[in-house]
C-alpha cells in the first residue's frame, strides 16, 4: 500500500453531475488536507481536518464539499462544478507540528475535467 | 497574510550547483518546507528549516534566515532527473502549508 492513495486518478463530469474524490492514507496520520493545483498557479489549500481543527479557506465555493469519517479517509465532494474547477486536486496528510516529521505527503491526485 | 516569492524558471547544467531563493512575508512562522514535483507527479518532501541555518541531505541543502524572511535550496552536481519545479512552502501555525508559485528547473547535458 502506497502512504496516500487517491482515487479516481482521473474524473471527466458535466457541470450538472454529482460526483466525489476518495483520499486513504496509510501512514497514521493525524491531519488531512485537500489543495486544488491549477497551471500557472500554486498549491492553493482548500480544507484541512485535523484533531484540533477544520479549516476551511474561505475563497473555496460551496460546490466544494469535503467529509471526513476518521482520521484515514478524506472525500470531497462535487456538485454542479464549472468548468474553470478544471485541475489536478491532491490529498495530503501528515503527523501534528511539533513530531519529528512534520511535513505533508502527497497522493498522486485525481485530474479533474469539468466540460 | 502571507506572501511567497521565487523564481519562476531557472536553467542549469549536468553537474553543476543551482540555488532557488525563496522570500517570504508572514505573520507567524513555525517551519519552512521545500517540495520537488515532477511534471504529472506529486509534490515530494525535500526539506524543512524551522531555526536559522543550513541543513543538509546529501546533495541537496536547505538555509533559512528568519529575519530576512529567506531560504533557499541548494542543488549540487546536478542530474537529468533534477528537471522538475521546487515548491517553496510556509507553515504559519496549525498544520497547513501555503505554497509559492513554484519554480521550474530545467537541467541540460
Known amino acids: 500500500e502506497t502512504g496516500v492513495t487517491q482515487t479516481p486518478r482521473h474524473l471527466v463530469m458535466g457541470m450538472t453531475n454529482k460526483k466525489s474524490l476518495k483520499c486513504e492514507q496509510h501512514?497514521?496520520?493525524?491531519?488531512m488536507y485537500w489543495y486544488k493545483q491549477s497551471a500557472k498557479k500554486p498549491l492553493e489549500l482548500m480544507f484541512v481536518?485535523?484533531?484540533?481543527?477544520?479549516?476551511e479557506n474561505n475563497s473555496v465555493p460551496s460546490r466544494f464539499s469535503p467529509e471526513c469519517p476518521n482520521s484515514s479517509h478524506l472525500f470531497l465532494h462535487l456538485h454542479t462544478l464549472q468548468p474553470e474547477d478544471s485541475a489536478l486536486y491532491l490529498c495530503a496528510s501528515s503527523q501534528r507540528p511539533g513530531t519529528p516529521a512534520p511535513e505533508l505527503f502527497f497522493g498522486e491526485g485525481s485530474r479533474l475535467t469539468v466540460l | 497574510g502571507q506572501n511567497i516569492d521565487q523564481p519562476t524558471e531557472m536553467t542549469a547544467t549536468e553537474g553543476a550547483i543551482v540555488q532557488i531563493n525563496c522570500t517570504y512575508q508572514t505573520s507567524g512562522f513555525n517551519g519552512l518546507f521545500w517540495y520537488q514535483q515532477h511534471a504529472g507527479e506529486a509534490p515530494t518532501f525535500l526539506s524543512y528549516?524551522?531555526?536559522?541555518g543550513l541543513e543538509e541531505k546529501g546533495r541537496f541543502s536547505s538555509f533559512l534566515s528568519r529575519s530576512k524572511g529567506y531560504s533557499y535550496l541548494l542543488l549540487k552536481e546536478l542530474q537529468m532527473k533534477d528537471s522538475a519545479s521546487y515548491l517553496c512552502a510556509l507553515r504559519q501555525a496549525g498544520t497547513a502549508l501555503i505554497f509559492g508559485k513554484g519554480t521550474t528547473l530545467s537541467v541540460s547535458s
Open positions: 501512514l497514521g496520520h493525524n491531519a
Open positions: 528549516n524551522v531555526l536559522d
Open positions: 481536518y485535523s484533531l484540533e481543527e477544520r479549516v
